[in-house]
C-alpha cells in the first residue's frame, strides 16, 4: 500500500488526462521551494532521492497490479522534473523551460531516453525520466551559461 501511494505521488498518478504531465506539474512548486531555500544541490540530492525510493515503490506496485509500466506511477516524473529544475534559474522562464524540455524529451523516448525503459522492474520506469532529465538540465544549464535564461 505505501509503495502505491508513493509510486502514484498520493493519487496524483490516477488522473484521467496526462497523468505524467500532471505529475511534473505537481513537482514543480515543491522544486521552487528547496531550489529557494536549499539551492540547485540539494534539489539534485533530492531529486536522487526520490529517484531510489522510487525504484522500490514502482517496483512493488507494477508487480502488484501486473504491468510493466503503469501509467498511474508517477513518482518517476517527481525525480525527472527536479533534478531538470536543478540546473534552472529561480525564475519563471527558467522552470518553464526545464518543464518543457524534460515532458518532451520524456514523451519523445527519443534515444539515448529510451535505454532507460529496458531495465527490470522500478529501474526501468525510473530511469528514462532521469536521463530525460539529465538532458534537460544540460541544455536548461547551456541555456543559462549562454546568458539565455
Known amino acids: ?13 490516477y488522473a484521467r488526462f496526462a497523468p505524467g504531465t500532471i505529475g511534473s506539474l505537481v513537482a514543480l512548486p515543491l522544486a521552487w521551494l528547496i531550489l529557494w531555500k536549499f539551492g540547485p544541490l540539494a534539489l539534485a540530492a533530492a531529486a536522487i532521492c526520490v529517484y531510489f525510493i522510487g525504484v522500490w515503490s514502482t517496483g512493488e506496485h507494477a ?8 501509467s498511474e506511477c508517477v513518482v518517476d516524473e517527481v525525480a525527472g522534473q527536479w533534478l531538470a ?5 529561480l525564475s519563471l522562464a ?12 520524456d514523451i519523445s523516448k ?11 522492474g522500478g529501474w526501468g520506469i525510473m530511469t528514462d525520466d532521469i536521463i530525460a532529465a539529465v538532458i534537460s538540465a ?11 535564461l
Open 1 to 13: 500500500m505505501m509503495a502505491s501511494m508513493i509510486s502514484t505521488v498520493f493519487g496524483v498518478g
Open 63 to 70: 508487480a502488484r497490479v501486473g504491468k510493466i509500466d503503469p
Open 85 to 89: 529544475c536543478a540546473a534552472a534559474p
Open 94 to 105: 527558467g522552470f518553464a523551460v526545464a518543464f518543457i524540455l524534460f515532458r518532451a524529451l
Open 110 to 120: 527519443l534515444w539515448p531516453v529510451s535505454l532507460g525503459e529496458r531495465l527490470p
Open 138 to 148: 544540460a541544455i536548461v544549464a547551456a541555456l543559462r551559461w549562454r546568458g539565455l
